[in-house]
């Protein structure tokens, strides 16, 4: 039985739930239990399955998995280092007038994280007691950074709600900024927050349009705007557009080296160079000013000269897949091929009885028969994700057979849960 309420977006449906409008038992299409928002995400992989000594295994679960190749590991090597606390590492220096070229920003800064780099972000917007930041309440700095903002910088954040495709309703955001400093009852707005792509609704790309007024609304309230810009690189290759055509419309930006980039460490952090003065400080007082880092930054820099074209291959391979989803029969998966803009995809079961966390289990086992069906095991690892959705992400460590092998495996699992549930009629 498929269930038509699997159409309704997660929050929707979490909100009525939480009205009353659905009695919790009624959550039909949500599988067993309550929605959940968060799951452990970094469990380490058993790859001792029994089975799976043969099997091919196709890592799915993020961009951040991927490994340095030779050339990157060469560059490493030779690299050309000195004291980057001192200003004397010429690779990191090299990388940094690099990534404020790319970007079209006056500067640029080598940090060990991206939670670092936004962190960092958010202490140099909001330097005094009492300023705010407005971030939106599905973005990666409120959900993943355990709350550094507040924990670490002192600042305290107010959401606006994320739409679908990664934005927020400007009347909403305007409605969140404080007015009347120095009333004594409010914090300070002092910084817009936005993340492009939207990592939680998945790869979403943000329309220029919507960071042009965004930044103009800002602008009219002296609000400084930061990007997680964390795979922003993705998000200017699936818009042709230079990064700069997308940074003009924001103050600073943080994008992460070691995602689909390649890197196996490092964030960019830019902006204006009073921003990135101070921006060293705060690295410094959090552990970040790091030495002969130059080693390292040798990989960040391939990873924004050389890497920059390979994500469209991301993007192709997420969408091919996609569109195998849709069309396997019998029909398991649903999806929305609108919203595969990049190399992260979400999708649905839409059987109620299969939960996602039991579907990312049977594809990352090697089922019975599988070897004998497909002529080889796969193993295809992916998270389950907010929303009851299953999430995975393409990278440079994917290749096309690889996706062609991970649709003949959901293929696989779709015949075998549909033969599973014939037999139970
Ligand atoms: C990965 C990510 C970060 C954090 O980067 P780390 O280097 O893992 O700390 C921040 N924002 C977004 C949107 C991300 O996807």
Request: glycine share 8%; with cysteine; aromatic share 4%.
């Amino acid at each position: 039985m498929f269930l038509n309420t699997l159409k309704i977006p997660a929050r929707a449906l979490l909100q009525c739930v939480n009205r009353g409008v659905i009695s919790p038992k009624h959550r039909v299409g949500l599988g067993r239990g309550p929605s959940r928002l968060y799951y452990e995400t970094a469990k380490p992989v058993d790859i001792s399955l029994s089975g799976a000594s043969s099997a091919r295994t196709v890592d799915l679960r993020s961009d951040t998995v991927t490994k340095p190749g030779a050339a990157m590991r060469q560059a490493m090597a030779e690299a050309e280092v000195g004291d980057d606390v001192f200003g004397e590492d010429p690779t990191v220096n090299e990388l940094q007038k690099m990534a404020a070229e790319v970007f079209g920003m006056e500067a640029a800064l080598y940090v060990p994280s991206g939670t670092m780099a936004n962190l960092i972000a958010v202490m140099v917007h909001c330097r005094e007691r009492g300023d705010e930041m407005i971030v939106g309440d599905l973005s990666h700095l409120h959900i993943y950074e355990q709350g550094g903002s507040a924990q670490l910088a002192g600042v305290h954040s107010t959401t606006v709600t994320n739409l679908p495709d990664g934005t927020f309703d400007l009347d909403q955001l305007e409605s969140k900024i404080r007015h009347g400093y120095p009333d004594a009852h409010y914090p300070r707005s002092r910084l817009v927050c936005v993340e492009n792509t939207h990592n939680i609704q998945g790869g979403r790309v943000l329309p220029l349009p919507f960071l042009q007024k965004v930044k103009a609304l800002a602008d009219r309230y002296g609000l400084a705007v930061h990007m997680d810009g964390a795979r922003m690189m993705n998000a200017a290759i699936a818009q042709k557009v230079a990064p700069s055509t997308i940074l003009q419309n924001t103050h600073t930006v943080s994008v992460c080296l070691s995602k689909g980039l390649g890197a196996p460490v490092g964030t960019m952090l830019a902006g204006p160079q009073g921003f990135i003065s101070r921006a060293v400080r705060c690295r410094k007082a959090l552990g970040g000013g790091l030495r002969q880092v130059g080693i390292l930054a040798a990989a960040g820099k391939l990873a924004l000269g050389d890497m920059i074209n390979r994500l469209e291959e991301d993007h192709r391979h997420a969408r091919t897949f996609a569109q195998a989803l849709l069309e396997c029969d019998p029909p398991l998966y649903e999806v929305d091929m609108a919203a595969v803009e990049t190399n992260i995809l979400r999708f649905r079961l839409r059987d109620a009885s299969l939960t996602p966390t039991e579907f990312c289990a049977l594809m990352a086992a090697v089922g019975e028969g599988e070897q004998a069906a497909m002529g080889q095991g796969v193993r295809v690892l992916m998270f389950p994700h907010i929303g009851d959705s299953v999430r995975a992400v393409w990278h440079l460590g994917i290749s096309l057979e690889d996706t062609q092998l991970a649709i003949q495996k959901l293929q696989f699992v779709a015949r075998q849960h549909s033969q599973k549930r014939l037999r139970a009629q």
